[in-house]
């Protein structure tokens, strides 16, 4: 099973900043990851597949990078709705594997 | 609209079983392979389970082979989840998700509300 880690557990961001969140997969994924947003009480919201395509709807301050065993979502510059905890989740080896979650809180 | 509301959760003793539905709208439901992901209170997130929109082919998380069954209803564009011989590490919120892109191993782009399982004696 692949075991995906995320970076750093908790972001501390101030409004108008710009998040970097890292995602890292024990083995190569190619590029068959995704992100996704989740507040709390909600379920998980689709933002990012292919590890840099942006799913509908998705504003353009979102934006994902990497291939391999090594991931990014950047939020260029944080909204008040963007804090959140974010998963990155494998697609590419059985069993589908999410990472535990980066926090995204107001500094 | 594309929605898919779960149902059937609840409190159940350990052992026992339930049976958790989660009604679709808005698509195609029997192209698409179909999957139920868990989230134990304040935890991540734990694929479960796939079932194949195109042949009906099954697939399960380790954890919950041989006690939890995925099926569906084409007819009535409902999943379900069977669960038997339910532990204390099943409680969860179960959410029921819709696969991308029909593949049984896909990111997820549609999510149910969740419906609460709690496993408790």
């Known amino acids: 099973e692949i075991v995906m880690t995320q970076s750093p557990a908790t972001l501390s961001v101030s409004p108008g900043e710009r998040a970097t969140l890292s995602c890292r997969a024990s083995q190569s994924v190619s590029s068959n990851l995704a992100w996704y947003q989740q507040k709390p009480g909600q379920a998980p919201r689709f933002l990012i597949y292919a590890a840099s395509t942006r799913a509908p709807g998705i504003p353009a301050r979102f934006s994902g990078s990497g291939s391999g065993t090594e991931f990014t979502l950047t939020i260029s510059s944080l909204q008040s709705e963007d804090f959140a905890v974010y998963y990155c989740h494998q697609y590419d080896n059985w069993p589908g594997t999410f990472g535990p979650g980066t926090k995204v809180d107001v500094k | 609209e594309v929605q898919l509301l779960e149902s059937g959760g609840g409190l159940v003793q350990p052992g026992g079983s339930l049976r958790l539905s989660c009604a679709a709208s808005g698509f195609t439901f029997s192209t698409y392979a179909m999957s139920w992901v868990r989230q134990a209170p304040g935890k991540g997130l734990e694929w479960v389970s796939v079932?194949?929109?195109?042949?009906?082919?099954?697939f399960y998380a380790d954890s919950v082979k041989g006690r939890l069954t995925i099926s569906s209803d084409n007819s009535k564009n409902t999943l379900y989840l069977q669960m038997s011989s339910l532990r204390d590490e099943d409680t969860a919120v179960y959410y029921c998700a819709k696969c991308a892109f029909g593949a049984t191993l896909d990111a997820f782009d549609i999510w149910g509300q969740g419906t609460m399982v709690t496993v408790s004696s």
């Open positions: 079932i194949s929109g195109s042949d009906g082919s099954k």
